[in-house]
């Protein structure tokens, strides 16, 4: 399978420009999501992301706000003009993200791992006919390269275009800086293997620390990947799930102002 015929993500954007999404980890109520993405839009931010539906380790966390949050997604999209993209990890969040007019749907570093959960997801997209919409797809939790292509593969033939990977690191247990650590010659080996296909940085998930998003996001950039997704929330403190890794749209205004950035080769 040689991805030849992928289309851009989303039209209009300059694409010698790194593709950035940000947002926060989830919505969580609609103050929060519009206050974070007027934030945003003001700051420059084209795409909008935020979990609705979120697969946290253990129970008992928040585990997203659900449909209502679709609403609140809207809003944004109304209000800002700026596209907006949520997870999906099952048919009827598909069915419900699509009802909604949603931008830009990814498939979860755990849903990832589930060949059955992506190709439910691939196959409601085809019988949907919503084969126009764009998906990312985040790497496998675990370093397995064959599984993450595997994903991508059952999505392209369910006759997605709009396709590209998201790298957020891969779990390990043990000690290491990160959350997540990079292993960046698994993503670069990706690239090796489908050239056209955009592979867009996550190093919130990555880090798993606001301080390491600047390097890290600065590393993606110098290996020319396509974009970032970094996770931006109006008051990051008080965040209901991964608070330690959000920085304000402020704070995320002079981290993208910083960067070095030169041309992508995708
Ligand atoms: C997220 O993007 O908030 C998320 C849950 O990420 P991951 O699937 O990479 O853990
Ligand atoms: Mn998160």
Redesign the pocket.
């Known amino acids: 399978m040689n991805f030849e015929d992928l289309k851009p993500i989303v039209e209009g954007l300059d694409p010698s420009k790194p593709l950035v999404m940000a947002g926060p ?2 919505a969580e109520t609609e103050e929060q999501t519009l206050s974070t993405a007027r934030q945003l839009a003001m700051g420059g931010i084209k795409i909008f ?1 935020a ?1 609705i539906w ?2 946290r380790t253990k129970p008992g966390g928040f585990e997203g706000i659900g449909k209502e949050g679709l609403a609140w997604l809207q809003r944004v999209r109304e209000e800002t003009g700026m596209l907006v993209a949520t ?1 999906v990890a099952m048919r009827a969040h598909v069915l419900d993200a699509l009802e909604a007019g949603v931008d830009i749907l ?7 791992a589930n060949p059955f959960a992506v190709q439910e997801i691939a196959d409601t997209l085809k019988e949907a006919g919503a084969t126009d919409v764009a998906v990312l797809v ?2 496998p ?1 675990n370093p397995d390269l064959e599984l993450w292509i595997g994903a991508l593969e059952r999505l392209y033939n369910a006759g997605i275009r709009r396709l590209g990977a ?1 790298h ?2 891969f779990s390990f247990y043990g000690k290491s800086i990160y959350r ?1 650590p990079p292993q960046w010659h698994i993503p670069i080996e990706l690239h090796r293997r489908i050239p056209h296909l955009p592979i867009v940085i ?1 190093p ?2 990555m880090g798993g620390k606001r301080e390491l998003i600047s390097s890290l996001s600065q590393q993606a950039l110098d290996m020319k990947f396509a974009g970032l ?1 970094i ?1 931006s929330h109006c008051s990051p403190d008080d965040a209901w ?2 608070k330690n890794q959000q920085v304000t749209p402020e704070v995320l205004k002079v981290i993208l102002g910083s960067l070095v950035h030169r041309n992508t080769v995708q």
């Not at 990814?106 to 990832?112: D, E, F, I, K, L």
């Open positions: 980890c989830s992301r979990g979120k697969p997870e990814w498939v979860g570093a755990r849903t990832s985040k790497n939790v998201i957020r690191g997540n996550d919130s998930h997704m996770e799930s991964d």
